[in-house]
């Protein structure tokens, strides 16, 4: 049998940073989600059990969830964990669905990260700017910290994209792309 060839030695190398990057990212992030359960649980105690409740708990646990969320999706995307509708694409043989995930990536992705990157940045800055804090009285301060995660997130989102546009390119052309993960 003979063996496929295997894709770019560059382009492996860059896959490999890109992953392993969202891959720390990605497990760093699980962590939040521990703390998440703990606040919540300690808030419905708190709050059913004693009728106390802390505006700067609440908010807290909206700001673990947003970082999750965001911080999340590069580590979804190279898991291939994200929402699709797979009822044509899964019957497709690869190198069709290697083509669908290039133009995705390069129509649909890359596109839109770009948007919300040049779209945050000003309203980013002017929330630097102002040390912008919780409006609410008892509130988390440093809420430009939370802010500032949105182009983060999604420029590595943007990074993961990349790595699955070379992996799809070498799969497309039919290159071994080295250990892809289903």
Request: charge should be positive.
């Amino acid at each position: 049998m003979k063996q496929k060839p295997v894709c770019p030695k560059t382009f492996l190398t860059i896959i490999k940073s890109i992953d392993s990057v969202n891959e720390f990212i990605g497990k760093a992030v699980s962590y939040l989600s521990f703390l998440l359960v703990i606040i919540v649980t300690t808030d419905v105690v708190m709050r059913y059990g004693f009728n106390i409740s802390f505006v700067s708990v609440e908010e807290m646990e909206w700001h673990l969830y947003a970082l999750i969320f965001l911080l999340g999706a590069g580590y979804t995307l190279r898991h291939n964990a994200h929402v699709r509708v797979d009822v044509i694409y899964q019957r497709l043989s690869k190198r069709a669905r290697a083509f669908i995930n290039i133009i995705g990536v390069l129509l649909f992705l890359f596109p839109g990260c770009y948007l919300v990157i040049k779209t945050s940045i000003p309203f980013v800055h002017s929330s630097w700017i102002m040390h912008e804090a919780s409006a609410d009285p008892g509130g988390l301060p440093a809420r430009y910290i939370l802010k500032a995660m949105i182009p983060i997130a999604f420029a590595l989102l943007a990074l993961q994209g990349i790595s699955m546009l070379l992996k799809n390119t070498c799969v497309f052309l039919g290159m071994d792309p080295g250990n892809e993960e289903k």
